[in-house]
């Protein structure tokens, strides 16, 4: 059973197996913000004063209360899953002529009940929130067999390990014969273990390198010990990376939502501030003004509770007589309607900047007759996305099928005719269009259709028949 992986301590010696990487390092803070954002409200007040600061002089309680109220409105985790969720609107397919094999493969491609559409689903999914992901390519076999053909009957197979980027703590590769592989890949794995009618929490470190791999086990507090050594049948480690953009070196990126991360932070803290002074304007604070020559009331209190510094409690009310001039301070709230058109503001920056890996991108200025179709199909950085990740998982497949001896060729199709977020004139173009007979109606029906004007159910064939049932005087205008 998997566990939420907590931050590796930078390990003190090169001869230590849990040393990270400088790549690992170099985005690990913002891989950490985007997934605390993404992990919701519990993440975030969990963070305390990473992401919530505490004011000067702000009292311990106060903070604390503060803190267990504070709400995050999620804006970044909703721009993740509606970016994923529109490629993959669609089932992934197998595309050309796919060994038998490689079709039963693809109904449980990590042999933990994982479709290849579910297994590509998360892997994107980590893909986008972190910048990057990587494709384990890995082998069952089957102790004691002795033939291929013992293994094949017993059940052996590849199959695929999605590695998050957090859990690859290192990873290096060289260029031989002008293609860089991997050489070397150090993979964190933990996980809960049932014992007896406890838990305990088993972590691991993975080892591969051409023609070995290793199993090191964290012993104690800080050990590790190696529990398994064996050979490795490659001369390179099977492993692929997907990037969501452009790597400022091997696996360097940045997250492709991290500014939104950080102004989904800000409205987390504005917030927080535009309660905390809410609470203070609801209520009125009760001050008073002492007699000439008269000790303050308060203080009278404070030296009859033995209290001298400390708060005291009084009544008030009808039955009650106070000495002195008492008055009620009520705060001003004119800074709240300020705060409350931030909050606004800041929103709608966020679901903007959530929509950007989806908007189109401009192709030049080109009128409107001079567009066909296939050229308003500008491709936008989502698009870029999934080809890209396509390519990855192609490469997997591909190293799969050789491993396990398997002839011809198959390859993994992702829908790119998702629906794009609108172009500023997409809706003009394609009505005029239509008006001068430039398109047909089943045209404009599909583009609307892509752009996610008609829902992903409309048939074009119903809908021709209704508009045909339909009276001649509504149909006219047709």
């Given amino acids: 059973m998997p566990v939420a992986i907590q931050p590796l301590k930078q390990a003190a010696n090169a001869l230590d197996v849990s040393t990270r990487s400088a790549a690992w ?96 689903r998360t892997a994107f999914c980590d893909g986008v929130t972190d910048g990057l992901v990587h494709i384990l390519v890995d082998y069952r076999g089957v102790d004691g067999a002795l033939t291929l053909k013992d293994e094949i009957d017993g059940g052996a197979r590849p199959y695929f390990v999605p590695i998050p980027a957090d859990r690859l703590i290192a990873c290096y590769r060289e260029t031989k014969a002008g293609v860089p592989q991997v050489i070397h890949a150090r993979i964190r794995e933990c996980e809960t273990v049932r014992d007896g009618y406890g838990e305990t929490v088993r972590e691991r470190i993975r080892v591969i390198e051409p023609g070995r791999v290793e199993l090191w086990e964290r012993v104690g507090g800080e050990g590790w010990a190696k529990i398994e050594a064996k050979p490795y049948p490659h001369h390179e480690v099977p492993l692929f990376t997907f990037y ?36 203070r304007c609801n209520f009125a604070m009760l001050a008073v003004k002492p007699m000439d020559g008269a000790a303050s009331p308060v203080e009278n209190l404070r030296k009859s509770a033995g209290q001298p510094d400390g708060e005291v409690a009084f009544e008030v009310g009808p039955d009650t007589v106070l000495v002195g001039d008492w008055y009620y301070v009520e705060p001003s709230a004119a800074g709240l309607k300020e705060t409350a058109a931030r909050l606004e503001a800041l929103k709608a920056d966020m679901r903007l900047m959530g929509l950007d890996p989806m908007m189109q991108r401009a192709t030049g200025g080109i009128t409107a007759t001079e567009r066909a179709i296939e050229e308003a199909k500008s491709q936008s950085q989502l698009a870029d996305w999934v080809v890209n990740f396509s390519d990855v998982l192609d490469t997997a497949l591909a190293f799969a099928m050789a491993w396990d001896g398997i002839k011809g060729e198959a390859r993994i199709s992702i829908s790119s005719d998702f629906p794009l977020s609108l172009g500023e004139q997409d809706i003009s173009w394609l009505l005029q269009m239509r008006t001068s007979g430039d398109l047909s109606r089943e045209t404009v029906w599909e583009e609307a259709k892509r752009r996610g004007i008609l829902g992903v159910k409309f048939d074009a064939g119903a809908e021709a028949a209704r508009i045909k049932a339909e009276p001649p005087a509504l149909n006219a205008a047709d």
């Fill in 244 to 279: 969501a953009g452009r790597p400022e070196a091997d696996y360097v990126i940045d997250p492709p939502f991290i500014d939104l991360a950080y102004k989904n932070v800000e409205h987390y803290q504005l917030s927080s501030a535009y309660q905390t002074n809410l609470d």
């Fill in 25 to 120: 390092c170099a985005r690990a803070e913002e891989r950490c913000l985007v997934r605390d954002v993404v992990g919701g409200t519990r993440r975030m007040r969990a963070a305390g004063e990473r992401y919530l600061p505490r004011y000067p002089r702000e009292m311990a309680a106060n903070y604390e209360m503060r803190r267990r109220n504070a709400v995050l409105t999620n804006v970044l985790g909703d721009a993740i899953e509606n970016t994923i969720a529109r490629p993959f609107s669609q089932p992934v397919q197998l595309s050309g002529e796919a060994p038998v094999k490689v079709v039963e493969w693809a109904e449980d491609m990590t042999l933990q009940r994982s479709s290849l559409s579910q297994f590509a």
